[in-house]
């Protein structure tokens, strides 16, 4: 038997919105569905997802679908769109597997696959052929056979970076995470501007950990990125979203510019969510979107309009006192422990028309 600390408690297996059920990768992370029908890891959104039907755990990937339709799985930073992995032939990497429950296919046809791994040693792995299927009296058989893991993908390039030159807050190695150490009024913009020539642009912020002051937005080249909040005079748009008392509002030379009709209804997003952000720039419009505002006014609501488009232009935020570009993706804190990440590769939610950031 395999000795191991950390073991996968559920190693193939399908968790349906609404069951309240947990699944345990093998590394302890705990995968669920909110009741906002969003994934969460460890009780953190994990990535955009939207009307989450089910989650699966199968050969060491976590996997998602919609109620659309679509599977995608998760590679530690995002979702990539995928084959539903329930169907045909199954590689289970075996380590450190112990314990295995059964998996259900189609919601109907079970593979029952109880009981301890023996002989094996960490690394190898387990190919499973489902040669039969279960019917009202019947027994499904199977056969297996021991190989050598294949070695795992390559991690998924970077992407755009924030800007190291012009910021105070800390960043990771790979400059896309920014983090407030200080409690100062800071914050980071992107390495790449939108210019004026651009068409659509699009890009996410994922907001690690947010506060009252934590604020996604855009600027120009006067904004400073130390001293003053987004929106607090007009040299950069801020949209602020985990501040109960002004909740999903957006601020632009010192005043609310853009705010939810029904506040009473409305609450704060949580850390992880992403803010899911467009540039309009040759119309000058700014549009964003978060967990919460999808929430509140539906899963195409931008800038707090269900009718809202970034595409056609129709409910953005005019952004033409920042000036005729470029104009900066930005991100303000004020917090101490405030974190962000820049996302803008492998997106699989880009609203057609528009164009990832530093894509061109």
Do not use: H
């Not at 199968?58 to 084959?83: D, F, L, Q």
């Not at 429950?101 to 696959?113: A, M, W």
Request: hydrophobic content about 45%; overall charge negative.
């Amino acid at each position: 038997m395999i000795d191991t600390a950390v073991v996968a408690s559920i190693v193939w297996s399908t968790v349906l919105a609404g069951t309240g059920g947990v699944i345990t990768d093998a590394s302890g992370n705990q995968w669920t569905i909110s009741p906002k029908a969003v994934v969460l890891q460890n009780g953190l959104l994990a990535g955009f997802t939207e009307a989450v039907a089910e989650i699966a755990y199968v050969n060491g990937i976590v996997w998602c679908v919609n109620t659309y339709g679509k599977w995608y799985s998760w590679n530690g930073v995002e979702w990539i769109a995928g084959a539903n992995p329930l169907l045909g032939e199954v590689d289970m990497k075996a380590d450190p597997i112990v314990t295995m429950n059964p998996l259900v296919v189609k919601g109907s046809t079970e593979i029952d696959f109880s009981g301890t791994i023996t002989g094996l040693a960490a690394g190898d792995a387990v190919r499973v052929v489902v040669d039969a299927i279960v019917g009202a009296s019947g027994e499904a058989s199977a056969q297996a056979s021991t190989s050598t893991a294949p070695p795992p993908p390559p991690p998924p390039p970077s992407g755009v970076i924030w800007d190291s030159t012009t910021t105070t807050l800390q960043l990771n190695v790979d400059k896309t995470i920014a983090t407030n150490g200080s409690g100062l009024k800071s914050a980071v913009r992107a390495a790449v501007a939108v210019k004026a020539t651009d068409l659509i642009v699009y890009w996410v912020m994922k907001a690690l950990k947010g506060g009252q002051n934590f604020a996604v937005g855009i600027a120009n080249g006067s904004f400073p990125m130390a001293g003053d909040f987004l929106g607090q005079e007009g040299n950069a748009f801020g949209f602020y979203s985990f501040d109960p008392a002004i909740p999903l509002t957006g601020w632009l030379n010192n005043r609310e510019v853009e705010m939810p009709i029904t506040k009473v209804t409305v609450g704060t997003d949580i850390d992880g969510a992403e803010f899911r952000c467009v540039l309009n720039a040759q119309k000058k419009l700014f549009f964003w979107q978060t967990p919460e505002m999808v929430t509140v006014f539906g899963q195409n609501a931008w800038n707090d309009n269900p009718n809202a488009d970034p595409i056609t232009g129709v409910g953005g935020q005019d952004i033409s006192v920042l000036g005729g570009g470029p104009w900066w993706p930005i991100v303000g804190t004020a917090e101490n422990g405030e974190s962000a990440q820049l996302i803008t590769t492998g997106r699989t939610d880009v609203p057609i028309g528009a164009t990832l950031l530093g894509a061109a």
